[in-house]
């Protein structure tokens, strides 16, 4: 399908869900944060949110708030309830988790990319969903781009800068001379 003659064009910062129509596109750029995508081929609708932490301690009255993989989904969710839709007649794609610090001291298990990834593959079994692509881990960034009206995900993954330790500047990954 063609892209449409007026789409909408959503730019997703962390902690966002956008929910839309065929007429919608939406971007995002993800480091060690994930986004879901979900998408229903036969109405042309979807989503996705973009969250940075796997959970938190959450009182009863608070407000749901996307930067947390729990919430976000729960906000994808009433979305989908709300056009009338079950979240299992969805295609599920999952991007992110990035390691964006591979030469620190951590142990590469422990990067909060990896927590992400692991918290949004377990939402999604334990609500009986299936992912239909995905594209985790690994250093660096993501660039995507959602287009609802075909639910065709577009993604560059880049990794990180490598440059010598001695002219690296402070946000630089470096390699030791």
């Given amino acids: 399908m063609k892209k449409p003659a007026h789409t909408v064009e959503i730019f997703l910062h962390q902690g966002e869900v956008y929910f839309g129509d065929?007429?919608?596109?939406?971007?995002?750029?993800?480091?060690?944060c994930v986004a879901i995508t979900m998408w229903h081929p036969g109405l042309l609708i979807?989503?996705?949110c973009h969250y940075m932490l796997p959970s938190r301690r959450r009182?009863?009255?608070?407000?749901?708030?996307?930067k947390y993989a729990d919430e976000a989904l729960e906000m994808m969710f009433s979305e989908i309830q709300s056009s009338g839709t079950n979240s299992k007649e969805y295609q599920i794609k999952l991007f992110g988790g990035g390691n964006m610090f591979p030469t620190s001291n951590k142990q590469p298990e422990q990067h909060v990319g990896l927590k992400n990834v692991e918290a949004g593959?377990?939402?999604?079994?334990?609500?009986?969903?299936?992912?239909?692509?995905?594209?985790?881990?690994?250093?660096?960034?993501?660039n995507l781009i959602f287009d609802i009206w075909s639910g065709h995900v577009w993604m560059k993954h880049q990794a990180p800068a490598l440059a010598p330790c001695n002219n690296a500047e402070p946000r630089e990954t470096c390699l030791p001379t």
């Fill in 121 to 142: 593959r377990e939402l999604l079994a334990r609500h009986g969903l299936k992912v239909h692509a995905e594209h985790l881990g690994g250093n660096g960034h993501r």
């Fill in 22 to 32: 065929q007429d919608t596109r939406i971007r995002t750029v993800l480091g060690s």
């Fill in 59 to 66: 009182a009863a009255k608070e407000p749901l708030d996307g």
């Fill in 46 to 48: 979807g989503g996705m």
